[in-house]
């Protein structure tokens, strides 16, 4: 009926977000006791120099199967994480599984190999922030060079003159490599990269993913190449999910790549398969 329309619409709209309410509340609940039953586990992606195709790295990346949803994305839970105040704890989950899996691939001194780790800028204002990596980076013994920690462009812009800039700044003389994560979603100009405590620059998948198709976008990926270059950046193009597009890529001088095309996000047993000899081998 066209007169009642707009008031049950109103009452669809109305239901929705009610239902978004108290499934957030749900999760947020639950999310309290999932670590300790143990829930949340961590995947990695690989990440691949372009240049000689080799596995150089890869990124941790945090999981939540819930016992009756299923599998809860981190673009929902980790805001909600963030709310009830159980970043760190996450974030001191997946640093130490990080640490786990690196113990466990065994690197040699010269083989170059790091883990990313997300951040929240709420990890950065936690009081006990550089101890709270270094303490159990430290104790493995392994070396600060093998640890990333990604920042969105978003949040690393909010550290700009606060305290967490220069908790970064210490991370990087401690020899951490400091990313900026989808760049190009912060609306931070090119030239500002050279005021920031950043070593890589991660070009967000929604520049790489159509980037054979629109031009636009390759000019912006092609300058963020070139700028990078120029102040000693290293580049990661994520999203990277067709032979095209990784092609490209390589023309352009970008240095590393991740995405689908390469692997999807794996577990630690799969990734040491990966990164070891052929069975039978060696
Ligand atoms: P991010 O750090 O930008 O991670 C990249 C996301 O893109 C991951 O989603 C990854 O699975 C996905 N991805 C990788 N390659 C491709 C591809 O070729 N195509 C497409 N379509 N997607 C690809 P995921 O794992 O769902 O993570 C989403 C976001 O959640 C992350 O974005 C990060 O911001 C956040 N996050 C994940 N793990 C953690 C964590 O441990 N701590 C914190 N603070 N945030 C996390
Ligand atoms: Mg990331
Ligand atoms: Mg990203
Ligand atoms: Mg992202």
New binding site residues.
């Given amino acids: 009926e066209v007169k009642n329309s707009g008031k049950n619409n109103f009452c669809i709209f109305d239901k929705a977000i009610e239902e978004k309410v108290e499934r957030a509340a749900r999760l947020e609940r639950d999310l309290r006791g999932a670590l300790d039953r143990n829930e949340l586990y961590v995947v990695y992606q690989p990440k691949v120099h372009l240049a000689t195709q080799k596995y150089c790295g890869a ?1 941790a ?1 945090i999981r939540w199967e819930h016992p009756d949803l299923g599998f809860i994305s981190p673009i929902e839970f980790i805001p909600l994480a963030e709310e009830a105040g159980l970043i760190d704890r996450i974030g001191d989950y997946v640093l130490l599984d990080s640490i786990e899996m690196l113990k466990v691939l065994n690197f040699k001194k010269d083989e170059p190999f790091s883990i ?1 780790i ?1 951040m929240s800028p709420l990890q950065l204002e936690r009081e006990n922030c550089l101890d709270s990596i270094n303490r159990p980076i430290l104790h493995s013994g392994l070396s600060a060079s093998r640890f990333e920690f ?1 920042l ?1 462009e978003s949040a690393m812009l909010k550290t700009n003159e606060t305290h967490s800039f220069e908790i970064l700044k210490t991370l990087r003389r401690q020899g951490y490599r400091i ?1 900026i ?2 760049f190009g979603t912060g609306y931070s100009s090119l030239s500002y990269l050279q005021m920031l405590p950043v070593d890589v620059v ?1 070009i967000d998948q929604s520049f790489v993913r159509d980037l054979t198709e629109k031009a636009a976008n390759k000019v912006i990926v092609e300058s963020v190449i070139k700028i990078a270059a120029t102040m000693d950046l290293t580049v990661v193009a ?1 999203g990277v999910e067709t032979k095209e597009i990784c092609d490209y890529l390589t023309s352009l001088g970008c240095e590393l790549a991740q995405g689908y095309f390469f692997s999807k996000p794996i577990s630690s047993k799969e990734l040491k398969e990966l990164l070891s000899p052929p069975h039978g081998a060696g």
């Fill in positions: 990124e990346l990313a997300n990604e969105t990313n994560d989808d991660k994520e």
